[in-house]
T-cell receptor
């Protein structure tokens, strides 16, 4: 029972590089979201999706893109990495907006 | 943006002590969730409260939702080192996505 799987777990990027953080869930959840967690800032919502083909911006969307072509996958793309994007990124899924959110183990990203 | 303020930000106590952490907002929430996060892991749901005034118990943890559904508290009785972690409250209001507080980092010393 995998739940929410994020890859990679650790990544170091140089400023200006691009990359995609992967997120997959096997619970057939419609609702998926990406958060970043910084010291003293809690979890801040980057982007979310209420179903395949539908995405929307959260609190801190700048510098990130998402797409939702399938129910299972919700990748997060960093177009041109900046040191300010150094953070721990969490993907979460839930059956509906207000129900329990299941989180992946996170991706620790460092941009140098 | 609905804000959830959690207090205290940090708490360090001895094993066996009791503690309460708070989650407050000026907004009304249709439901409020409490999560615990351990180092290197994602948050895990502890409880969801939905009704104003609701009290839920999970072993030594007692959760309360305020009558006006704007605040919540988590009380731990006889804290143990295994309770150490980051406690996050998260609320749902209207059509907005789940919004999280900044968390209370609890350390229980044996």
């Amino acid at each position: 029972n995998a739940g929410v799987t994020q890859t990679p777990k650790f990544q170091v990027l140089k400023t200006g590089q691009s990359m995609t953080l992967q997120c997959a869930q096997d619970m057939n959840h419609e609702y998926m979201s990406w958060y970043r967690q910084d010291p003293g800032m809690g979890l801040r919502l980057i982007h979310y999706s209420v179903g395949a083909g539908i995405t929307d911006q959260g609190e801190v969307p700048n510098g990130y893109n998402v797409s939702r072509s399938t129910t299972e996958d919700f990748p997060l793309r960093l177009l041109s990495a900046a040191p300010s994007q150094t953070s721990v990124y969490f993907c979460a899924s839930s059956s509906r907006r207000a129900t329990e959110a299941f989180f992946g183990q996170g991706t620790r990203l460092t941009v140098v | 943006t609905q804000l959830l303020e959690q207090s205290p930000q940090f708490l360090s106590i001895q094993e066996g002590e009791n503690l309460t952490v708070y989650c407050n907002s000026s907004s009304v929430f249709s439901s409020l969730q409490w999560y615990r996060q351990e180092p290197g892991e994602g948050p895990v749901l502890l409880v969801t409260v939905v009704t104003g005034g609701e009290v839920k118990k999970l072993k030594r943890l007692t959760f309360q939702f305020g009558d006006a559904r704007k605040d919540s508290s988590l009380h731990i009785t006889a804290a143990q080192p295994g309770d150490t972690g980051l406690y996050l409250c998260a609320g749902v209001s209207g059509n907005t996505p789940l919004v999280f507080g900044k968390g209370t980092r609890l350390s229980v010393i044996a």
